[in-house]
């Protein structure tokens, strides 16, 4: 017998991860450089004035290409096009949308994405796996109840995708939302994990 659980925790975000861009075209790959790093100096700057230190702001290396519009005869030279990203932690969760509106304003012309995380993910992660094998423990119980056989003993574990649908997935198509009264809230960070486990039926 097999049977699937999954185990579900929902917490309060304590951080917020922004991930920005800055990219400069320029005819000269000097002068797409030297604008790039004058942006990026700026909206590092922008960031401190919010206070946000500069260990919880991260650098991808300078990108430095070719860039085309078009294509075959219609292919039209653009420029050198420097690139840098940067990934932000806000650790106050007020402070992220003036921090994006003030990081474009200084010079990042990209939003890349803003990721809500709890720094407890991994322990909760642990306690949701926890649940889902009490999940998957009690749902083999039940089926072997209903069909007359005792259960025995666990002879597989398999870890499984808690996002996955399967034939025996119950769940709402759509779980969460904020919380509270703000419409713009970032809600909470919701931690799952799923198994499937296969049981032995005693006689």
């Known amino acids: 017998m097999t049977a699937f659980g999954r185990g579900t925790i929902r ?3 304590d951080h917020a991860i922004v991930r920005l861009a800055v990219n400069r075209v320029h005819d000269s790959p000097k002068t797409a450089l030297d604008d790039a790093k004058t ?13 946000i230190v500069d260990d919880n702001v991260t650098s991808s290396r300078t990108r430095v290409h070719s860039t085309w519009s078009g294509s075959g005869s219609e ?38 994405g ?3 995380d709890a720094s407890s993910t991994a322990e909760l992660r642990a306690e ?20 007359n056989v005792r259960l025995g003993p666990v002879v597989h574990i398999e870890d499984a995708d808690p ?6 997935d119950t769940r709402p198509a759509h779980m969460g939302g904020a919380v509270g009264g703000d419409d713009l809230a970032p809600g909470q960070v919701t931690i799952s994990a799923a198994v499937v486990l296969g049981f ?3 006689r």
Do not use: M, N, W
Request: charged share 30%.
């Open 11 to 13: 917490t309060e975000p």
């Open 39 to 51: 942006a990026v100096s700026a909206v590092r700057a922008s960031l401190r004035a919010h206070g």
């Open 75 to 112: 292919r039209t030279f653009l420029g050198h096009q420097c690139r840098v990203e940067l990934s932000v932690r806000v650790t106050k969760l007020d402070l992220v949308e003036p921090a994006v509106v003030d990081a474009v304003d200084a010079g990042a012309d990209e939003i890349l």
């Open 114 to 116: 803003i990721v809500y």
């Open 128 to 147: 949701a796996r926890e649940r889902a094998v009490a999940a998957a423990h009690a749902k083999a119980r039940l089926f072997a109840e209903a069909a």
């Open 163 to 168: 996002d996955v649908r399967r034939f025996d």
């Open 200 to 202: 032995s039926i005693a």
